[in-house]
């Protein structure tokens, strides 16, 4: 160590950063979607403590609109302080213990990091398998079932590395409870945008992030359990391995105590309050209905290029498009014309997609007629560009 | 399971909730701070996305900022996607493996923190003894060393439940090197408004929180990590157990790769990057002087008042004045009449200091004449209708 007296060092010279000034983007990727101007503008509101009186008042309107959004009464209903994959290690985190067995799918990305949470969480972890690209088969969850008698089963209700939503989700759930075993949806890519029911379908615990159907900006994620959910996670014998997303601690928070767990992420709730307000306003079936509507013309214009969606119509994903990448075509070549030319977003194919599709999202406030007719004509005029005729 | 078709099922009613009006309150608390109108206005700009060419640049320079705000060169410099706690789980839990032996003070709200996520990482808690509202006595952090020879030290540089700053942090460094242990030091109260000194004073790893003396909205903490540090990171036998604040694997994000591991929270960079340049604008070391200054008159005025500060001023913390609530006053009664009659939030004392003590925040963009001033005026005015003369 240095013996001289610690002011006398001299400063460095601070870095010169200009102004913020991003590019102006159209968001047709798998997130962020566009966020509404109105959520922009909720996000630039002056803060109030965490603690004060009136954002508990805050808090009580978000958990009451994200009940409304995942069609749940559920009690323990909360936005996460983190992006999606937060939510996700909360629930996982949280439902398995120690010795737990965890069933989770193979037939996408985020199968595979649900895996990843559950074994850091003490978990054994066994799977269903499906193609990536595939729902899962009722059939093979009861079989994995009856192999394993796993204590949680995690599934993912829309997924976004293939575009694929996953049916029958009832008939997945009533499997599980004949065996006792806790259910967590992933609906990262559905809540706000592709018919989600929690209460309905018989949930134990459900997830998803802001920055896709409700078109907010990430920060702040939706979590919902059923009682019987969080009587599990209330009754462990041994304490969850994240201090940070421990639901026991935050329940002294979002529960009635309104206790000091951690400085909540006050701008983000603001934000996704906003973002939920305007859910309520267009309605959560209608908002439902236009994504679908809107997703079928994005579908059918695709059709017309000369492009194939990767998944077949049953189990279309109408938030996230995986369309192929045609034979002699780059993907990163387009999706580079796309950024910018057109200053579109779209994303290549993720793991054993890599190379093989365009992710195009249509989400939330990216879930309009301009949004599709421009990606379209980029999309149009990248491919020709590529020498495809379609 | 209802036998009903799902889409029959009528539809709750969406809750109305009006507008968001939140008070104009004066944060004068343990954070948040009042957030400048510049980084206000950072946090309502439209997305990118987290992989846009746009938004590597951006990171790419909030880590600058961030290097010059820490006073570190460390390559491993990055905002947490959380809050405070988050970013000190993210460095507790990955640099305690299972086994390893860690070393945390008793002396404030926050080292019970960081034994809670120490034990969770499968760490052995032992601890440095010294009353709350104390600093650590470097003899006794040696004297722990010889008993417990500890693998990872964590202290708080700046304790916001006592406003008491760690003197001495060199010498401590010196006596957990020459053990070849790990230094963590929490600088979540202290970073951007109180002389900290992450290379000089040879840390291995130290986390602060957006909300404080940075004045920006929570949700991007920074972290950063020598390469030593790192190295013990990368070496790990055993996976941290949290997927997602795993620095492994944030690696891929924030380091050459830039590849995607999860959402970041895009807006809380754009406001860290806004609140970080005012410091660079400002001046680092003009930033602690301005900070000493404010706090200065705050004290002096509080003193007048008749009332006490909690800390002497040999480790007197600026950014959190802790101020001795007087026999005969009821602190609960002064903070609501702050709140009500002032718009100003103060907190009360938490912990062994429940009740004792008033903590009043001089942060960031609060830390102006205007607050300290408007602070002081209500303040009289509440001591004197709680009928206390000085």
Known sequence: MSQMPEQSRPAEEPPDVGELTPPDRTLMGPGPSDVHPRVLRAMSTPLVGHLDPSFIEVMNEVQELLRYTFRTDNQWTIPVSG??????????????????????????????????????????????????????????????????????????????????????????????????????ADAVTSLGGVEFRVDEWDLDAAY????????????????????????????????????YLDLSLLEGYWGEDRAYHHTAPITNVYALREALRLVAEEGIEARWDRHRAIASDLKAGVRELGLEMNAPDAYWLPSLNAVRVPDGVDDATVIDYLLTEYDIEVASGLGDLAGEVWRIGCMGYSARPKNVEYLLAGLAEALAAEGFEG
């Open 83 to 184: 992006t999606g994959s937060a939510a996700m290690e909360a629930a996982i985190g949280n439902l398995v213990e120690p010795g737990d067995t965890a069933l989770v799918p193979t037939n996408g990305y985020f199968g595979g990091r649900m895996a990843s949470m559950a074994e850091r969480a003490g978990g054994e972890v066994v799977t269903v398998d499906a193609p990536w690209g595939e729902p899962l088969d009722p059939a093979d969850v009861a079989d994995a079932f009856d192999d394993h008698q796993p204590d949680v089963f995690g599934f993912v209700h829309a997924e976004t590395s293939t575009g694929v939503r996953q049916p029958d989700v009832s008939e997945l759930t009533d499997i599980a409870h004949a065996h006792d075993a806790y259910v967590v």
């Open 208 to 243: 998803s992030g802001p920055q896709k159907c409700l078109s907010c900006p990430p920060g702040a994620s939706p979590l919902t359990l059923s009682d019987r959910a969080m009587d599990k996670v209330l009754d462990r014998e041994t304490e969850p391995r994240s201090w």
